[in-house]
């Protein structure tokens, strides 16, 4: 069992940056992929991003070249961030993690409880 806790959310101005974390327990971290989604209001959750164990990366389009996932295996952490926000990016960002070594958009085992984004104009 893997337990996600998403920190950094918040409100900033369009243009602006946020870092997101994900605190992950368990002590086989390390092996997880790791995938960021959002959730705006209305809309269904959508793939934002994914890190796989040997730190590949994969984006959706609407955050390529915006956005950066990493992560700290020492630490058990992942990071969302975000650079140059749009309104259009305001959504509840969620963590996620799933034991396959391939970054997919689809097929996670564990989520976090999200974390709200908010990017006025």
């Known amino acids: 069992q893997v337990q996600l806790a998403e920190s950094g959310g918040g409100l900033v101005q369009a243009g602006g940056s946020l870092r997101l974390s994900c605190a992950a327990s368990?002590?086989?971290?390390?092996?997880?992929?790791m995938g960021w989604f959002r959730q705006a209001p209305g809309k269904e959750r959508e793939f934002v991003g994914g890190?796989?164990?040997?730190?590949?990366?994969v984006y959706a389009d609407s955050v390529k070249g915006r956005f950066i996932i990493s992560r700290d295996n020492a630490k058990n952490t992942v990071y969302l961030q975000m650079n140059s926000l749009k309104p259009e990016d305001t959504a509840v960002y969620f963590c996620a993690a799933r034991t396959s070594r391939v970054v997919t958009t689809i097929n996670y085992d564990y989520w976090g409880q999200g974390t709200q984004v908010t990017v006025s104009s």
């Open positions: 368990g002590r086989t971290f390390s092996t997880y992929t």
């Open positions: 890190i796989s164990w040997s730190e590949s990366t």
